[in-house]
């Protein structure tokens, strides 16, 4: 499914709040361990994403998933956003960062460690593939983070934010999936999988939508090479090849 054909909540907060979340740990157990005594709040939070994501892979047909997802998707925007805003409270920065990496590390291991034997080997490739994208994905939304929104091209800005939001919060919730299903033994019937692979497929998006939205913020400029200059043995050597062609002609 395109990520352009998804309802996604507008964002009603500052779209840095949801860059902060782009690697926190969205895992009951996870979080409990990596995010330790922060806010017990930050941690009720978890728990409903958590909560959302076990209803999902429960389904065991493609009808009863889709519908599970169509139910959950909105409220587990609505919490992923409440968990930057918390973020950007309760937790500095570094400690952000720090518990972003330890994340993406885990996520990692999940899937290299146990997803040939829980997932099966194919989704456990894409896992993996789309936790190294999304760590690209972190690193832009940092350069991103630091930067100021240009007034010049603010709808244009605004716009490819949202692009970016849609995709990376669809990414992320089947990301989530695959991640609940390896911790807790849970298996991913066959007619969900197809849309589990789909969902993986948006970390692409997102990643597309969150390099343009960098270039908005801070243009890269146009390298121009400069002309060429020929030494008198590269004018010899082409001349050389244009008399072959010549007698071969």
Not at 25 to 40: W, Y
Not at 131 to 152: G, Q
Not at 211 to 219: L, T, Y
Request: charged share 30%; aromatic share 8%.
């Amino acid at each position: 499914m395109s990520t352009a054909a998804i309802t996604v909540p507008a964002p009603k907060i500052n779209l840095g709040q949801l860059l902060k979340v782009v690697g926190l740990p969205t895992e009951r157990d996870r979080a409990a361990t990596t995010v330790g005594q922060i806010s017990n709040l930050f941690r009720e939070v978890v728990v409903v994403i958590d909560g959302l994501v076990a209803a999902s892979i429960d389904q065991r047909s493609s009808a009863e998933f889709v519908k599970t997802r169509e139910e959950v998707f909105p409220q587990y925007v609505a919490a992923i956003t409440a968990l930057g805003s918390l973020a950007r409270i309760v937790i500095p920065k570094q400690t952000i960062d720090r518990i972003s990496l330890e994340s993406f590390s885990e996520m990692e291991a999940d899937f290299r460690d146990f997803g040939d034997s829980s997932l099966g080997s194919d989704l456990a490739e894409r896992g993996l593939f789309t936790v190294w994208t999304i760590r690209k994905i972190y690193d832009l939304a940092k350069e991103i983070e630091a930067s100021e929104s240009p007034k010049e091209n603010a709808k244009e800005d605004l716009e490819k934010a949202r692009e970016f939001v849609r995709a990376a919060l669809w990414n992320r919730f089947h990301v989530d999936c695959l991640i609940k299903s390896i911790r807790t033994s849970k298996p991913i019937y066959p007619g969900v999988v197809e849309h589990i692979r789909d969902g993986l497929r948006a970390a692409v998006d997102a990643y597309a939508h969150v390099r343009q939205w960098a270039d908005i913020r801070n243009p890269r400029p146009d390298l121009d090479p400069g002309p060429i200059e020929w030494t008198g043995e590269d004018e010899a050597w082409v001349m050389d090849s244009v008399r072959d062609l010549e007698q071969t002609a």
